[in-house]
């Protein structure tokens, strides 16, 4: 009985990498304490933390780009130290990073062969054998992507899937991902975690970082928390659950919050009349069509929908950025669909944008300076702006929306992504508006500054602000929202009132059907 | 495996060194002024007539042009762009005031028209305002690369001088006392307190524009734009509005520059000003602006023009052949420019460090809220 079982029992994984009491210090600065784990050959590890936890601290060090301090990676049983990034590789050991080092003009044979072209003999390049290589790689990870083809036609999970299949071809016996699907869709995230199961069998090891918890639970066997540079949970997959995770992350409880209630939701705010917005690729087709919305003064609307169901489409429309084809948008009753993104915002109707990095921030004013940006005539007296009363406005913002900073001084570039996606609610919030729009507040802030940002905008409600968000994340639909709006497809499939459940959410959105 | 919990946090690291003065980030942050300082020590003891109020003068009279179209294309830089077309258009505006002040005859009429000193700088400013305003709306508008639009003004303004003028020079610019347009001379030539008026005019359009940057909204305007167009406009401002203005302000200053240059030699040629363009982006880089877009300030830029300028006429005071002095000028540009690099990534790491930092502090306040 015993032998039997003992051979139906998998074998315990063997450990292929150790990382023992790591710490790392910038100057007096401690980034990273007494890290302590291992990574299984054939399993997924993955890094859980707040953004500043030292997440991207640590995968600099196991990959070669910094050294650490103290401390020693232990890779099959012999200390090893990296100088470079091409010495982690040479060790088999290659990072993914969240923006991708692919060169869009080339093809995929071209960018998977990047620096290390095969010749033959006299320096040629051997297009041919490359080709072949290349083509078996995709086929091996079940994306058969033609060699010729450009990378910048490849759709975002097709290029991290040629980002796999360079590592792949470089021998890669770890593989570091960061946010591999911050940019990918519910589908192309399937199709991804199903490669990563792939180079599991493969006995591929995998680190993996994500700000999305639920995602990486489905995928990881090993959870590593870091919480200001210490190491405070690790644990295998079987010993935790998503609270464990965030408990540890946070190190208190957490809670997204409920709809703000006890008091009278004003008249309606926005109102969105039957909008069709074509779509610039693609002549005679929608993004948004014949789509209608009210929102009244105090109440918050969430969107829910997958990455192309025309959530941003609409959102920049509504904010004057793109100009509908068909329908109306009426602020406060007055249509507004003439006017430009200032007039717009004068009358109350701001947007705070999806990529705060692209188009929410100014990286080179200072914290103060973008936090004023969208309301300088606040302090201007007979054209010359008012040193004074700009500081007193920044300082009343930065209190009023509670960004940790040393002061409107600051360079936009030392705050955190919570504290940045603070800065451009702030901004907006500033103008005193009527009514924001958010779209995808919540995207690479963590789970801390998520509270607060859900906080400020159910305070926001109750003084009569109207706000509509949208996110990808079902629980956050559960939140601080009045309504639930699911869109797909540029229309809006389904409403439900906070008692919904995820699995409503998820099958209006169309998740089901793609899964 | 390890479990390890709060207790483990210590707070040590709070003390981020604030280290002393810092004097290499002083000389990077002042170095434009520092190299001016250094080329005055230089050539004030390689030369005995270097160091004088009167030289200086002169210099500063020669800085004038370089500092007027500096000013303007730091506008246009401060937005991310660039103005190639200033050279041009200094050519173009100069010979245009030499015609007005020769008298403009309309045959069909039969009429002389001999407009005053003043119409004729108001309406060479204006045919300034007008040449960069192409720019501006092309740039603006229909979404021409910068470079481009401004070197196709480049050759169309200064086709366009050498058409006015038939390739001739203006040379009597000095008016008829009975036809009352006497007195261009003064603006480039005469001194006002003792100091040229080109250099007033100088001063005058760095102060209106120092103020215009830090105190407008409009100011603020076109720093944000060249930081982030896209975030600038999603904030509410008018970033079509701000290019094509900037534009026009470095149109106007060329045209300014023209006419302090045409009053100084006494003469408007349509050749005037070739490559001025490229000095007075050295101006604007050398004063510590990115060509990304975003930094810069009038100060710095002014002290890159006189940088220029009186590096120049040193190697001139000195008797270094000219071809030495572009060899010299063209090291100072490139130099400049790497200082600028080491500036930003000091910035850079600094504010990484401050980073560090302020996550520190995070903890630091959590684990006392505990």
Known sequence: ?515 | MSYQNMSHHNNNALQVEKGSIDIVKILLEGRAFFALIVIIIVFSMLSPVYFSTGNFLTMSSHVAVFGLLGIGMLFVILTGGIDLSVGSTLALCGVFAGMLLEGVEIEAFNLAFFPSVWVVVVLTCLLGGLVGAINGVLVAYFKVPAFVATLGMLYVARGAALLLTDGLTFNSLSGDPALGNTGFEWLGFNKLFDIPVGVLILFCAAVICMLALSRTPFGRWIYSTGGNARAAELSGVPVNRVKLSVYIISGVCAALAGIVLASQLTSAGPTAGTTYELTAIAAVVIGGASLMGGRGTVRNTLLGAFVIGFLADGLVIIGVSAYWQMVFTGSVIVFAVMLNNVQYSAKHKSSQQAEKTAEIKREGSRASAT
């Open chain 1, 1 to 515: 009985m015993n032998i039997d079982r003992s051979t139906v029992e998998v074998a315990p994984p063997e450990v292929i990498l150790s990382a023992r009491n790591i710490e790392k210090r910038f100057g007096a600065v401690q980034a990273l304490k007494e890290v302590n784990f291992d990574i299984y050959r054939g399993q997924v590890t993955t890094l859980f933390g707040e953004n500043g936890a030292g997440k991207s601290t640590l995968m600099k060090i196991l990959s070669g780009v910094i050294a650490q301090t103290a401390g020693e990676i232990v890779l099959e049983g012999e200390s090893v130290s990296f100088s470079s990034p091409s010495d982690a590789e040479a060790l088999g050991i290659t990072i993914i990073h969240q923006e991708l080092s692919l060169a869009s003009n080339l093809n995929v044979r071209d960018n998977i062969f990047m620096g290390r072209e095969l010749t033959k003999g006299r320096g040629s390049v051997d297009y041919k054998e490359e080709a072949r290589q290349a083509e078996l790689l995709m086929e091996e990870l079940d994306e058969p992507i033609h060699p010729l083809t450009l990378v910048e036609d490849l759709r975002v999970g097709q290029q991290q899937i040629v980002e796999i299949a360079r590592a792949l071809s470089k021998n890669s016996r770890i593989l570091i991902m960061d946010e591999p699907t911050s940019a990918l869709s519910a589908t192309e995230v399937e199709t991804l975690f199903k490669v990563v199961q792939d180079l599991k069998n493969k006995g591929v090891s995998i680190v993996y970082i994500s700000h999305h918890l639920e995602e990486a639970l489905q995928i990881t066997d090993h959870a590593v928390v870091l919480r200001d540079g210490v190491m405070t949970a690790y644990a295998p997959r079987s010993d935790i659950d998503l609270q464990w995770i965030v408990r540890h992350m946070v190190g208190e409880s957490f809670d997204l919050g409920s709809p703000p209630t006890g008091y009278e939701q004003g008249p309606t705010a926005l109102s969105i009349q039957n909008l069709y917005l074509s779509d610039d690729k693609v002549a005679g087709r929608y993004v948004v069509e014949d789509l209608s919305l009210d929102v009244r003064a105090g109440e918050i609307v969430c969107i829910y929908g997958l990455m192309g169901a025309g959530r941003t489409e609409l959102l920049e429309c509504v904010a004057g950025r793109t100009r509908q084809s068909k329908g109306d948008i009426l602020l406060n009753s007055t249509d507004v669909s003439h006017y430009n993104i200032a007039q717009r915002i004068e009358r109350g109707l701001v947007l705070v944008p999806e990529d705060r990095q692209r188009d929410g921030l100014v990286p080179t004013l200072s914290v103060g300076r973008n936090l004023s940006l969208a309301s300088i005539h606040a302090f201007t007296r007979k054209g010359l702006t008012s040193s004074s009363l700009e500081a007193e406005m920044i300082n009343s913002a930065i209190d009023k929306v509670h960004i940790k900073t040393d002061g409107g001084e600051a360079a936009i570039g030392s705050l955190s992504g919570g504290n940045q996606q603070k800065v451009v609610i702030g901004k907006m919030l500033a103008t005193h508006p009527d009514v924001i729009i958010l779209d995808e507040p919540s995207r690479g802030i963590d789970v801390g500054a998520k509270a607060e940002v859900f906080k400020l905008l159910s305070q926001g409600a109750r003084r009569g602000l109207a706000v509509v968000f949208t996110t990808s994340e079902v629980s956050e639909c559960l939140s601080i929202p009045h309504r639930v709006l699911v869109m797909s497809k540029g229309r809006i499939s389904a409403e439900f009132k906070p008692g919904v459940t995820k699995d409503e959410i998820m099958a209006a959105s169309g998740e089901s059907v793609a899964a």
